[in-house]
């Protein structure tokens, strides 16, 4: 059984570009929640979809949005980047319910210079 | 709104030293608690859960007990490994299940 599958791996983009981040889930999954992890801040809520529908929504300012498909994969977009953006940006795919744990892909370190 | 506390790190231990690692939730209803692990360069990958008062979650050696009267969800290990080295991170999923909070987790070091 696949994992969850983000991509890419790395990426290096300039102060005020703009970034879309893609999240493949565990076949069958149709939640799919995104991350934010700093050294300083820990693992962030950014928000998470069920069945192409955003059902929750961290603290994050408009410049962060998401969306997911009928297949259930998800992309996130940051638009005018800023410095303080650079982090490791996790997705994590899950049945959905409550005592169902979410299952993490390796990240996408993303880095604004 | 719900949150989760766990003990800041780093902790250092000597391999077979007994580990506790604290950690305790706030929030309403019942929510399901977990634990998971970050090795380095990789992402999070669950080490155990538990989704009602008492239950025991337990994985590789690791465990940790869901006591709703504390609302502690504290992890535990007889003996550390130096492989157990990583990040541990308290979390819950909260009663809507739309949601998973995690605490700020603790860096493991143990030393052979």
């Known amino acids: 059984k696949a994992g969850v599958t983000q991509t890419p791996r790395y990426l290096i983009k300039t102060r005020g570009q703009q970034v879309t981040l893609s999240c493949s889930p565990i076949?069958?999954?149709?939640?799919v929640s995104w991350y934010q992890q700093t050294p300083g801040q820990g693992l962030q809520f950014l928000f998470e979809y069920f069945s192409e529908t955003q059902r929750n929504k961290g603290n994050f300012p408009g410049r962060f949005s998401g969306r997911q498909f009928s297949n259930s994969r998800s992309e996130m977009n940051v638009s005018t980047l800023e410095l303080g953006d650079s982090a490791l940006y996790l997705c994590a795919s899950s049945l959905g319910g409550l005592g169902n744990e979410a299952f993490f892909g390796q990240g996408t370190r993303l880095t604004v210079v | 709104g719900d949150s989760v506390t766990q003990m800041e790190g780093p902790v250092t231990l000597s391999e077979e030293a007994f580990l506790t690692i604290n950690c305790t939730y706030t929030?309403?209803?019942?929510?399901?608690l977990f634990w998971y692990v970050q090795y380095p360069g990789e992402g999070l990958q669950l080490l155990l859960k538990a989704t009602k008062a008492d239950d025991k979650g337990s994985n590789k050696g690791f465990e940790a007990t869901y006591r709703k009267e504390t609302t502690s969800f504290h992890l535990e290990k007889g003996s550390v490994q130096v492989s157990d080295s990583a990040v541990y991170f308290c979390?819950?999923?909260?009663?809507?299940?739309?949601?998973?909070?995690f605490g700020a987790g603790t860096r493991l070091f143990v030393k052979a």
């Open positions: 979390a819950l999923r909260d009663t809507g299940g739309f949601k998973t909070i």
């Open positions: 076949s069958g999954h149709r939640s």
């Open positions: 929030a309403t209803g019942y929510p399901s």
